[in-house]
């Protein structure tokens, strides 16, 4: 394929991404690093020049959101170079013919689109704004690659999943990927990145940013103390959340809490969690999340050696127990991978009010619980006999 005006390095890295066969086309960068624009342009080549008919879906956020966005940068993409044909635009649906081919474009928030038909090709747009739920949805109703882009404000499921698949090609980006950039733009970046700092990672380098209002800064990748008496904390989910356990152990005298993630894992049955809770508590004490009292009752009928946490719901008993942790370093071991990534990503919802957001909380609030015994000393134990 011979280069074109207006066509950048980033465009060619996707397209031979593409043809290599890669399923999953991850592209990190960012503020215009082209890499919208790219994966637009690549996309209708694919179209243009397909011998048969393709249906290729390019999600966002919001209607708005992807008028404003993506949708914006394709019709200038067709206009600017002379495709633009207002008979093959349906304004109603969003949606393109090209070549024999149909570009769509629709978003997350109409449930019918994300559970509609199949497709042959999905752009994700802004993917980090979306659920790990949503992107399964799309993924299984996509026959071929699957195309995804974000500013990295944090880290979610495409970094932490996605790119480590053996059939996923990672794409790095900045504003200097892209040479058509006006300079005042150039200069804009600049000086918003030397007035903060995170701006200048996520949206003048590329780099993954660090969430504004991050409850956990204390934390560090160590060893756990095997020496300390330990405890288990346990958080429950299902389809959409996992099921965690974690072991836990204070060191009071030098203010460290030690942290070992067990197993993070969804889908998991009553008689799956107890067997996994026997194979890494054995009969030392696991303390469960009050709110599932008939599965810990039922678990205890079981076999594990496990209660309920004390006084751990509502947001005010929720934020004193954070509040607690932050006074004391973390010491995360280094395959709590899932622990790791929670810790940074999850922040104050409301700083000033102590509300922490109801996410990206799993494995901590096993910790929580686990910490929260263990720090106010509660005796009551259960030992199944």
Not at 232 to 248: A, C, H, M, Q, W
Not at 354 to 383: E, L, P, T, V
Request: charged fraction near 25%.
């Amino acid at each position: 394929m011979k280069a074109r005006v207006g066509y950048t390095d980033v465009f060619f890295k996707n397209y031979e991404a593409y043809k290599a066969g890669y399923r999953y086309v991850v592209n990190q960068g960012s503020a215009r690093s082209s890499k919208t624009y790219s994966i637009m342009q690549v996309l209708d080549e694919l179209a243009r020049y397909s011998p048969v008919a393709k249906t290729i879906s390019v999600v966002g956020k919001t209607r708005p959101f992807l008028k404003r966005g993506v949708l914006n940068d394709y019709l200038n993409y067709l206009r600017n170079g002379g495709y633009y044909n207002d008979e093959l635009y349906n304004k109603t649906e969003l949606a393109f013919i090209v070549g024999i081919s149909r570009i769509e474009f629709f978003s997350v928030d109409q449930p019918e689109k994300v559970f509609a038909a199949a497709r042959d090709l999905l752009y994700i747009d802004e993917a980090n704004t979306m659920t790990e739920e949503t992107f399964r949805q799309l993924a299984i109703r996509t026959r071929g690659a699957i195309f995804m882009s974000f500013n990295p404000t944090h880290e979610f499921w495409a970094l932490t999943d996605i790119v480590k698949r053996p059939n996923a090609c990672f794409i790095k980006s900045s504003y200097k990927n892209n040479p058509y950039l006006d300079e005042n733009i150039k200069q804009e970046l600049h000086e918003a990145g030397e007035r903060n700092q995170n701006f200048k990672r996520v949206f003048v380098d590329g780099e993954i940013g660090v969430p504004q209002d991050l409850i956990f800064t204390n934390w560090e990748i160590g060893e756990f103390d095997e020496t300390l008496d330990v405890v288990f904390g346990e958080d429950y989910g299902y389809s959409n959340d996992p099921t965690t356990l974690v072991k836990i152990a204070v060191d009071d005298k030098k203010h460290v809490i030690y942290l070992d993630e067990c197993y993070y894992k969804k889908g998991l049955t009553t008689k799956q969690i107890f067997e996994l809770n026997k194979q890494y508590a054995g009969d030392r004490l696991i303390v469960g999340d009050r709110s599932e009292v008939r599965l810990i009752d039922e678990l205890r009928f079981m076999g594990n050696n496990i209660v309920a946490a004390d006084n751990t719901d509502g947001a005010g008993l929720i934020s004193t127990g954070l509040i607690t942790m932050q006074d004391y370093l973390l010491v995360v071991t280094p395959t709590s991978t899932n622990l790791q990534s929670e810790l940074k990503s999850y922040v104050w919802l409301d700083e000033r009010g102590k509300m922490a957001i109801d996410k990206f909380n799993h494995a901590i609030d096993a910790s929580r619980y686990g910490f929260m015994y263990q720090r106010f000393k509660i005796k009551q134990k259960f030992f199944v006999v």
